[in-house]
């Protein structure tokens, strides 16, 4: 077989894998006892590894607010010390198949998402979502973000673990996957856009919600966070993303991008035939809308793992599906169809299950190829979040951004010296 007819053959079965997968929301724990290697203190970020010295704003105030909900530090001066003392290890999710949004901090006593693929019993982790603006993945770690992490890791994940245990012993377990299928027809693109997602969610948990026994006062209290925060789901899809995607990893000869993923200082890719090598460039700066006081100028550059979503197949790939995503990432309807039309070029095939309703409900761009991406010199387009480049604020608006070509050129390189073409 020639090299040609071997990649092929590789990247075929990576994206059937991919969309074949059948990730499946299983469990909710503390990180320390669902996440590999999570023992001592370690945090995990988003994106490629990174020091402390190197840490972006965000990301530096999302460790400061980790160390001091751990009770390692009791103030940020005290965190900003030990964080630079080296008694601390910071490691990438991707490292421990989990993923963050932003910032992506999770801390050992922080409870997480477990989610696992029922074909190949892959198993991909996320934290909870804490809603928007002054939270601790967009770097603020203040009295208000600690409380709230405090009752998420309590009052909340209680509940919500007494939910999927119900789903689990019911049926095996909740399908986000097909959330995310029906979703993307009702005008989400589950990467900036869950509005549906999460009512579709809310309608999956709410009868097993009534059977948990709690008080009235305490699911009220849950369903009320819930319902007023779209993004609760968001770190659901991207545990589903990341085992799909974990199913389409270290396929020999393959060229499809695994993990595509930003830590405020660089933007790095994984290649599955080229295992868990990263291939890094500066992250990117985001063209968007600013929350009143704020302008570019005040951005953190691209940060989070949740470009996961794309590299599944959805998010900023089906921005066609979600018009109404404009508004809050800004640009036009028509740019959204732009975008989604450019991704087919640099994907390997249209997925199966994710649809596109306003184009005739073609499956969407799937399975980013390195090779399509040097030869057309197109390059990811995501749409994302922003963070203050200072650490303490918070999110200070939303955008779109477009990935940096020199790392997938470097992993083309790399592949080509791999397989000594």
Known sequence: MSIKEEVETANKLAVEKMMESNPLLVDVGLAKDKIPGMQGKILLHAGPPIAWEKMSGPLRGAVIGASIYEGWAEDARRAEKLAASGEIRFEPCHNHNAVGPMAGVISP??????????????????????????????????????????????TFSEVMKDVVDQIRKDKGGLSFKNIIAQALTMGDDCHNRYVAATSLFIREIVPYLFKSGYDQKRIQEFYSFINANNFTTLNIGMATAKAMTLSAHNIKYSTIVTTMSRNGTETGIRVSGLGDRWFTSP???????????YSENDAN???????????????????????????WVGGSASIALEITNKMYEITYTKHKYFTIPSLDFQGTPTGVDIRKVVKTGITP???????????????????????????????????????SL
Request: aromatic residues 12%; hydrophobic residues 45%.
């Open 381 to 419: 387009h995501i749409n994302t979040g922003v963070a203050h480049k200072d650490p303490g604020i918070g999110q200070i608006g939303a955008g779109l951004v477009v990935f940096p070509m020199q790392m997938f050129k470097d992993a083309l390189v790399a592949f080509a010296e791999e397989y």
């Open 301 to 327: 550059p691209d940060i989070g793992d949740s470009a996961i979503t794309e590299t599944a197949g959805f998010g900023g790939f089906a921005m066609a599906a979600a018009p109404a995503i404009i508004s």
């Open 109 to 154: 006593n922080m409870p997480v998402y477990e989610v696992e693929d029922q074909k190949t019993g892959i198993k991909a982790f996320s934290n909870f979502n804490e809603g928007l603006g002054k939270v601790l993945r967009y770097g603020a770690y203040d009295k208000e973000v600690i409380d709230r992490l405090n009752w998420l890791g309590t």
């Open 283 to 293: 992250a990117p700066r985001i063209k968007g809308l600013w929350f009143p006081g």
